[in-house]
């Protein structure tokens, strides 16, 4: 385990997403809270000037409805960093079983859930994705299940190969050999693909952040009065040549989100398993 996380600390751009992404955390959590009590700040309420520029009190200025921007970008933060991680729980639910039954039983059950899960690849998954916002309603949790919905087939297949290479391994023979049940083999294999598997799942928040971002940006995600990142981009496009930061804000944080999430992701895998680095 020490060596793992020397391994980690070794890769600079993985300390620094993962610093990024605590303070974000931290400050999406507990920000709002802090900046109400502290100065009155409220996301939902309209405390400054419309379209106010950056000042002592609003350090990023005011919104076009008289809200301050900061607390609107950290309530935001929270809502898109929410459904970024329960996009990656259930894209990690679903890849792993499809992934494990397809390679651990292999044959006809391999070929029927393997032919499902490239008939799904190799649809337009964003076009899929806005058809059924559109259909369900936008709503949080229709946003983390068609989300989660459309993006475990490639979770699916990295599961699959891992239990096809497993499952011929010494250890899967003794256990068979020893009477132990499918169920109990597979536990074996799985403690096996951890570092796949984690390697996804980090992946995965950042794919559910940026889907989400698009989704409320077109208006089928979060509606007001909450507030995502994507949600203030749409809103901050029709005030871009009066005032272009609210623009830059959220598109901002939603670019080094999705950079730190990849950077941790890369840095778990080579802590992981150093075969794989490069």
Excluded at 73 to 92: E, K, M, N, P, Q
Excluded at 111 to 125: H, K, Q, S, V
């Amino acid at each position: 385990m020490r060596r793992r996380w020397e391994r980690f600390l070794s890769n600079r751009l993985s300390v620094a997403g993962l610093g990024f992404l605590v303070l974000l955390v931290a400050t999406a959590l507990v920000g709002p809270g802090l900046l109400e009590r502290a100065f009155g700040l409220e996301p939902y309420g309209l405390t400054c000037d419309i379209l106010e520029p950056p000042g002592p009190r609003h350090p990023l200025g005011c919104d076009e409805l008289g809200r301050d921007v900061l607390a609107r970008l950290l309530i935001g933060g929270r809502i898109s960093l929410f459904v970024g991680i329960l996009v990656a729980f259930l894209v990690t639910v679903l890849g792993l079983v499809f992934g494990a039954i397809a390679g651990f039983f292999g044959g006809s059950v391999d070929n029927l859930l393997m032919r499902f899960t490239d008939t799904m690849l190799a649809m337009p998954t964003f076009f899929i994705v806005l058809a059924a916002a559109a259909l369900l309603g936008p709503s949080l949790l229709n946003t983390v299940i068609i989300i989660g919905a459309t993006h475990w087939m490639g979770t699916a297949r990295l599961i699959r190969s891992e239990f096809l290479s497993l499952r011929e391994r010494e250890f899967v023979t003794a256990a068979r050999a020893s009477g132990a049940g499918n169920l109990r083999i597979i536990g074996h294999i799985l403690r096996n693909v951890t570092a796949t598997l984690t390697v996804a799942a980090t992946l995965a928040v950042a794919s559910g952040v940026l889907t989400e971002s698009a989704l409320s940006f077109l208006g089928l995600g979060t509606q007001p009065p909450d507030a995502s990142w994507g949600y203030m981009l749409s809103s901050a496009q029709n005030y871009i040549w009066v005032n272009p930061l609210l623009g830059v804000y959220p598109g901002l944080l939603v670019m080094l989100t999705v950079l730190a999430v990849n950077f941790v992701g890369e840095g778990i895998r080579d802590a992981l398993d150093p075969r794989l680095t490069r």
